[in-house]
């Protein structure tokens, strides 16, 4: 299995344009989650799905910033408009069945909004 | 609510050395606990687990933790580090089976000389 797979890896930006971050989780996981990694709030969790609904969007910090899941093996993270203060490392993981018992992450998207 | 406390940004060990890194949560029943390891540009991997049981948990590449609760910790040790254990460790919990938030600490950088 390829694992986890975000793209792009590295996305720079100017303040005020859309961003948009993709994710395709492991086949066969029926959990998604997308985080985000600050040096100061450290790794945070955004949103997560289960089989493409979304339960929690709880820690997605503003309107500006929407989460999608059409299908099983694809998901997306829309920042519109994007500020400075957005620029951090955003990370997609998937699961299995239970939550707890192990999470796989992708190898983040570097975002830089200038 | 949930809280973990990872007390060293950054530990710096000679290759060989013994390692401990320390990791104190806040939680008021039994916590799930993971370790998890971030290599520079990559996402995080699960180093080990404890859900119940014996509380000295093995995991993988050598290292292992111990749950204590009378301390609020689950400190993790390696008996002799390898050039290759350079990376972020980070430490998380959870409150238990069928929760989806996963806390996690700011991390503790590791470096190793030579």
């Known amino acids: 299995d390829a694992g986890v797979i975000q793209s792009p890896r590295h996305e720079v930006t100017e303040m005020g344009q859309e961003v948009t971050l993709r994710c395709k989780p492991i086949?066969?996981?029926?959990?998604l989650f997308w985080y985000r990694q600050t040096m100061m709030r450290g790794l945070e969790l955004l949103i997560y799905?289960?089989?493409?609904?979304?339960?929690?969007d709880s820690g997605m910090p503003e309107d500006r910033f929407s989460a999608k899941m059409p299908n099983a093996s694809f998901s997306t993270l829309k920042i519109q408009p994007s500020e400075p203060r957005d620029s951090a490392v955003y990370f997609c993981?998937?699961?299995?069945?239970?939550?707890?018992?192990?999470?796989?992450f992708g190898s983040g998207t570097q975002l830089s909004v200038l | 609510a949930q809280s973990v406390t990872q007390p060293d940004i950054h530990i710096t060990v000679s290759e060989g050395a013994s390692l401990e890194l320390r990791c104190n949560y806040s939680y008021g029943a039994t916590p799930y606990l993971f370790w998890y390891v971030q290599s520079p540009g990559q996402g995080l991997q699960l180093l080990l687990k404890?859900?119940?049981?014996?509380?000295l948990v093995q995991g993988i590449k050598g290292f292992e933790a111990e749950f204590k609760r009378s301390q609020s910790s689950f400190n993790l040790r390696k008996p002799s580090v390898h050039w290759s254990d350079a990376a972020e460790y980070f430490c998380?919990?959870?409150?238990?089976?069928?929760?989806?938030?996963?806390?996690f600490g700011k991390g503790t950088k590791l470096s190793v000389i030579p």
């Open positions: 993981a998937s699961s299995p069945g239970r939550y707890n018992e192990k999470l796989f």
């Open positions: 998380a919990v959870c409150s238990g089976a069928g929760s989806y938030q996963l806390t």
């Open positions: 799905f289960n089989n493409n609904v979304p339960i929690d």
């Open positions: 404890y859900f119940s049981g014996d509380t």
């Open positions: 086949s066969g996981h029926d959990y």
